[in-house]
């Protein structure tokens, strides 16, 4: 039990090589935690070693060097809400004439040393329409300053609410501006839980598969499909999984679902090719190396033992060195290749996966219907797309082709509301949407194709009245 106690404060606590969430504001940025390494957020640096050994979600304040200061609980006498307060502001007139200080004085102030809680308080006690706002725009106006002037950052965990907001604020064109609560219905529509086996195909940076390996908990199997020469997974990184998540990981090329297929999948043959071109260029360097010695002993006969360099022989040998190291790395990475695709493609010939999860720049009619293969009947499958028309022609195809039933296509809408006292209401920005989703379950084929015939059919009592008429 104490064990237990003390690897869960180890896991709650910051540690070096572990992936944070920088929070400021609204404002997030996923960062690895390294010895003396600067980070630039939001225009400051800092450096993250006075933060090892905390608890996440501690707040820090940046100091001058670049150093983190462990933030003060705050007190009710910190408060910098004034007591004064306007009716109205209908006799304030922005013409920038309020505020005594000067640019200048406030960096003067910076020089000092003064905090940014104190840097706020001079401006409001140096400005002359302040005691005459409203209660409310008060409030608004400590919080713009606090925001430009107070250095506070928040350490949290990474998890997959904070790094699609992360991702989306910063960066949605990375994935397909997908938005977290789109996200969110595509875990659940997915039905993603622990001990099962789903394929991934996506280009969110790895955030849709880091988001399934997350739910699943480190138990079960998640089947990544990709195009290209291998599998992107910069967002799956940032959450900073343990050694036993990446176990339950595995990674298969889209290029080759056809000919698993067929059952004509050659897992040696890439090795062989790799093997022959890498025999080809090392004969060919020999080659060119024996030849330039034989063009030396021709051209310079007489001097043949004086044009011999020991110096010269060293690096010779060392190249050869190199050359023999690297083929060998290159050997054990092709070998480590081959048994992942061989045990990705055993988990996929059984064709009963629980789940498919499609998020892509691509269009997704042909992938889904090469990847609904491999899924056992009556599971569920998700497919996201930053536009409708693609999912309308995936839900015409599914109703003609059949294998899938209870197919839904629908768009996600979001909006933020503000909730304060006196003043709740929806906020001015919202996001404009969210993406579309077309969810569906599998079923048997033989189970669907009797199912169209049947549908097809007339009538056995029509039938039966049509030839009543025609023998009458």
Same mark, same amino acid.
């Given at each position: 039990?104490?064990?237990?106690?003390?690897?869960?404060?180890?896991?709650?606590?910051?540690?070096?090589?572990?992936?944070?969430?920088?929070?400021?504001?609204?404002?997030?940025?996923?960062?690895?935690?390294?010895?003396?390494?600067?980070?630039?957020?939001?225009?400051?640096?800092?450096?993250?070693?006075?933060?090892?050994?905390?608890?996440?979600?501690?707040?820090?304040?940046?100091?001058?060097?670049?150093?983190?200061?462990?933030?003060?609980?705050?007190?009710?006498?910190?408060?910098?809400?004034?007591?004064?307060?306007?009716?109205?502001?209908?006799?304030?007139?922005?013409?920038?004439?309020?505020?005594?200080?000067?640019?200048?004085?406030?960096?003067?102030?910076?020089?000092?040393?003064?905090?940014?809680?104190?840097?706020?308080?001079?401006?409001?006690?140096?400005?002359?329409?302040?005691?005459?706002?409203?209660?409310?725009?008060?409030?608004?106006?400590?919080?713009?300053?606090?925001?430009?002037?107070?250095?506070?950052?928040?350490?949290?965990?990474?998890?997959?609410?904070?790094?699609?907001?992360?991702?989306?604020?910063?960066?949605?064109?990375?994935?397909?501006?997908?938005?977290?609560?789109?996200?969110?219905?595509?875990?659940?529509?997915?039905?993603?839980?622990?001990?099962?086996?789903?394929?991934?195909?996506?280009?969110?940076?790895?955030?849709?598969?880091?988001?399934?390996?997350?739910?699943?908990?480190?138990?079960?199997?998640?089947?990544?499909?990709?195009?290209?020469?291998?599998?992107?997974?910069?967002?799956?990184?940032?959450?900073?999984?343990?050694?036993?998540?990446? /176990?339950? !990981?595995? %990674?298969?090329?889209?290029?080759?679902?056809?000919?698993?297929? #067929?059952?004509? +999948?050659? @897992?040696?043959?890439?090795?062989?090719?790799?093997?022959?071109?890498?025999?080809?260029?090392?004969?060919?360097?020999?080659?060119?190396?024996?030849?330039?010695?034989?063009?030396?002993?021709?051209?310079?006969?007489?001097?043949?033992?004086?044009?011999?360099?020991?110096?010269?022989?060293?690096?010779?040998?060392?190249?050869?060195?190199?050359?023999?190291?690297?083929?060998?790395?290159?050997?054990?990475?092709?070998?480590?290749?081959?048994?992942?695709?061989?045990?990705?493609?055993?988990?996929?010939?059984?064709?009963?996966?629980?789940?498919?999860?499609?998020?892509?720049?691509?269009?997704?009619?042909?992938?889904?219907?090469?990847?609904?293969?491999?899924?056992?009947?009556?599971?569920?499958?998700?497919?996201?797309?930053?536009?409708? /028309?693609? !999912?309308? %022609?995936?839900?015409?195809?599914?109703?003609?082709?059949?294998? #899938?039933?209870? +197919?839904? @296509?629908?768009?996600?809408?979001?909006?933020?509301?503000?909730?304060?006292?006196?003043?709740?209401?929806?906020?001015?920005?919202?996001?404009?949407?969210?993406?579309?989703?077309?969810?569906?379950?599998?079923?048997?084929?033989?189970?669907?194709?009797?199912?169209?015939?049947?549908?097809?059919?007339?009538?056995?009592?029509?039938?039966?009245?049509?030839?009543?008429?025609?023998?009458?």
């Amino acid at each position: 039990m104490a064990e237990c106690e003390n690897d869960s404060d180890v896991e709650s606590r910051i540690s070096y090589r572990d992936y944070v969430v920088l929070k400021r504001g609204d404002v997030f940025k996923s960062v690895q935690v390294e010895n003396k390494k600067k980070v630039v957020f939001e225009k400051q640096w800092f450096f993250l070693d006075n933060a090892v050994g905390q608890l996440f979600g501690t707040r820090f304040e940046i100091e001058a060097g670049g150093s983190l200061k462990l933030k003060a609980a705050k007190h009710s006498g910190d408060s910098l809400d004034s007591k004064e307060a306007g009716q109205d502001n209908r006799h304030i007139v922005d013409d920038g004439s309020s505020q005594k200080l000067t640019r200048d004085d406030i960096e003067t102030l910076k020089e000092q040393g003064l905090k940014g809680q104190e840097i706020v308080q001079q401006l409001i006690d140096n400005s002359t329409t302040f005691k005459g706002k409203t209660e409310f725009a008060q409030e608004k106006y400590i919080k713009k300053k606090k925001k430009k002037y107070e250095s506070e950052i928040s350490i949290l965990k990474p998890s997959t609410r904070l790094l699609a907001m992360m991702y989306h604020g910063r960066e949605p064109g990375k994935i397909c501006h997908l938005r977290y609560d789109t996200l969110a219905q595509i875990l659940t529509l997915g039905n993603i839980h622990a001990g099962s086996k789903i394929l991934v195909f996506e280009t969110c940076a790895g955030l849709v598969l880091g988001s399934v390996m997350e739910r699943m908990g480190g138990f079960g199997s998640v089947i990544q499909m990709y195009p290209g020469g291998g599998p992107t997974r910069a967002g799956m990184e940032s959450f900073g999984f343990p050694s036993h998540f990446h /176990e339950t !990981l595995h %990674e298969f090329p889209l290029c080759k679902v056809n000919a698993l297929l #067929a059952g004509t +999948l050659d @897992l040696s043959e890439k090795d062989a090719e790799s093997e022959v071109s890498g025999s080809g260029n090392g004969q060919s360097e020999s080659t060119q190396e024996t030849s330039a010695v034989s063009e030396e002993k021709n051209s310079e006969p007489q001097s043949m033992e004086v044009s011999i360099d020991p110096q010269e022989e060293m690096r010779r040998e060392e190249r050869e060195r190199l050359r023999e190291k690297k083929a060998q790395e290159k050997k054990v990475k092709m070998e480590e290749k081959r048994k992942k695709l061989a045990s990705a493609a055993a988990l996929l010939e059984g064709r009963n996966a629980d789940g498919l999860v499609i998020a892509s720049r691509f269009h997704p009619c042909p992938v889904l219907m090469c990847l609904l293969k491999f899924i056992a009947p009556s599971r569920p499958f998700v497919v996201y797309c930053q536009y409708r /028309e693609p !999912l309308i %022609e995936c839900y015409t195809k599914l109703r003609e082709q059949g294998g #899938a039933i209870s +197919l839904r @296509l629908t768009d996600s809408w979001l909006r933020h509301y503000q909730v304060l006292p006196n003043r709740t209401h929806p906020v001015l920005l919202m996001s404009g949407g969210g993406g579309y989703l077309l969810s569906g379950t599998t079923v048997a084929a033989d189970a669907a194709k009797a199912r169209n015939q049947h549908k097809s059919e007339e009538p056995v009592a029509k039938r039966l009245k049509l030839d009543e008429i025609s023998s009458a």
